[in-house]
């Protein structure tokens, strides 16, 4: 009797927060799991090999090339409750609107950003650093991909009037304008991540950046700082 050929599945991401999840996931002895890290990796000639039965893309800030996911159907994690929030920077455009809680949206990769039909959503905390936020998230995706899988589940349409939000730049991160302290502290630890810029200010020839930040509940903000010349 021949031996039931496996489902290949793709996990992409480079973040390491993810790191956790992905090694759950290839656990599971009856499933191919290939992590790809890179964009170089990312390649429809790679994608084509590997004959992937999905993509799920938990953490990518690069486009989806359309010949990857008109070929291959490509599964990605949206941090809010779509349509809305449609866009770039999702977890810090939510933290500066004041959210505290939102949804991960699972949504298949469409020609339109962010615009594809919903697998399903799963609610998620805002509380913390970015880092603690994404790690958590990753643990609820991890588990959204295996209902997906394990419910075949098929998306629907996206309902509702969509809210855009846009990218966020680095100048963005700058204290110089903010009012108060609850709002550094938000700006700090939205921030506080791997490969995101740190909220900052600055002197003539100084520059100064916050991570670490913790507030009391006398409202007392305390963050580390890294001084270093412009």
Not at 110 to 135: H, M, Q, R, T, V
Not at 165 to 177: G, I, Q, W, Y
Not at 187 to 216: C, K, Q, W
Request: hydrophobic letters at 40%; glycine letters at 4%; charged letters at 30%.
């Amino acid at each position: 009797m021949e031996a039931a050929i496996k489902p290949t599945y793709i996990f992409l991401t480079a973040k390491p927060w993810n790191d956790i999840a992905f090694s759950e996931l290839e656990k599971n002895p009856d499933v191919n799991w290939v992590r790809l890290r890179s964009k170089d990796e990312f390649q429809l000639s790679k994608i084509v090999s590997l004959r992937p039965d999905k993509i799920f893309i938990p953490h990518w800030s690069y486009i989806i090339p359309a010949e990857i996911f008109k070929e291959f159907e490509c599964i990605v994690f949206h941090m809010t409750d779509l349509p809305y929030g449609r866009g770039g920077s999702p977890l810090q455009n939510l933290i500066v609107r004041g959210h505290k809680k939102t949804k991960i949206s699972a949504l298949k990769v469409e020609e339109d950003l962010d615009a594809g039909p919903i697998y399903l959503k799963k609610d998620l905390n805002l509380d913390g650093s970015a880092d603690e936020i994404f790690k958590r998230a990753s643990g609820i995706i991890k588990e959204m991909i295996e209902e997906i899988i394990e419910g075949n589940i098929k998306p629907v349409p996206q309902n509702g009037d969509p809210v855009i939000f846009k990218r966020r730049v680095p100048a963005e991160s700058n204290l110089k304008d903010v009012s108060s302290v609850a709002d550094a502290y938000d700006l700090i630890r939205m921030l506080d991540a791997e490969g995101y810029p740190h909220a900052f200010t600055e002197t003539e020839f100084l520059r100064f950046e916050f991570n670490d930040a913790v507030i009391s509940e006398n409202g007392e903000l305390k963050a580390n700082v890294r001084i270093f010349k412009k």
